[in-house]
């Protein structure tokens, strides 16, 4: 049965960064193709949602685990969706998934038609949720964390850790280089090469996208703490806000303005 998702819509969307969890959960429509560089949970808090996986067809679905790197697109039509994005030295797509139930994988997800929505609906829900939200996400995440069996190879945790590691900060410190291939790789004692094809059969994505992927959470945190656009841009080191806007398009399938525009704070 559909639930009526006009009862709990609040004023704004919901947004938290840190502590290497990523949360949004708002009305969104359909978003373009795009990829990420982190394991995503997708839940329709409400109702299904419609996914299409790379060039395959349309479906609908309850939830969804993307892997990093997979290329999808979304359709909620304008109904509450969450998503939920972990970085790699957190927790893993095959934690991810105890939290997806009736699942069938795809290549590069792990599509479910139910699964534990309670705490992310309570989150939505309550104008106030900004003052529990970490605490809250931290729980799934450990939850999730606690049922998988796969450990990340503990240098390319370091070097992730390396890139996330001012989750928490006021973003001043990007301003800071941020470890080369090069660096990255001396600190794991491997060979440059060597580095990139472990750290890519780790994560996911190539070093490189990885280090994007951080530079744009940094910005998102900036902006969720309340600095404009422009503001954020500058912080984590975007040229300026139009190159900040055109890599959220290109890493979100849609323009900041659809989702970043109003803040639940």
């Known amino acids: ?47 299904d949602f419609e996914l299409k996986i790379g060039d395959a067809a349309w479906f609908f679905c309850r939830m969804a685990v993307i892997r990093a790197g997979t290329a999808y697109e979304f359709n909620s039509a304008g109904r509450p969706l969450a998503v939920v994005y972990v970085e790699p030295n957190v927790a893993s797509v095959e934690g991810l998934a105890a939290l997806v139930g009736e699942t069938r994988e795809v290549p590069g997800a792990l599509i479910g038609m139910r699964g534990e929505l ?110 404009n656009f422009t503001r954020a841009a500058h912080v984590a080191g975007y040229c300026d806000q139009a190159h900040f806007a055109h890599d959220f398009r290109r890493t979100f399938g849609a323009p900041a303005s659809k989702s970043l525009s109003r803040v639940r704070r």
């Open 118 to 227: 309670s705490m992310i609906r309570a989150l939505y829900e309550d104008p106030d949720s900004p003052r529990w939200v970490g605490s809250a996400i931290d729980d799934l995440v450990d939850f999730s964390r606690g049922r998988s069996r796969r450990h990340m190879d503990r240098r390319i945790a370091r070097a992730v850790e390396a890139l996330t590691f001012n989750d928490e900060s006021d973003g001043e410190d990007w301003q800071e280089p941020r470890p080369s291939v090069l660096s990255a790789a001396q600190a794991a004692g491997l060979s440059a090469s060597r580095f990139q094809h472990v750290f890519k059969d780790e994560v996911g994505v190539p070093y490189g996208r990885y280090l994007a992927w951080a530079r744009m959470r940094a910005a998102l945190r900036e902006v969720v703490a309340g600095s």
């Open 1 to 47: 049965m559909k639930e009526d998702a006009r009862l709990y819509e609040p004023a704004e969307p919901l947004w938290h960064i840190g502590n290497g969890r990523m949360l949004f959960a708002g009305c969104l429509h359909r978003n373009a193709l795009h990829s990420h560089s982190a394991p995503v949970l997708l839940a329709g808090l409400y109702d």
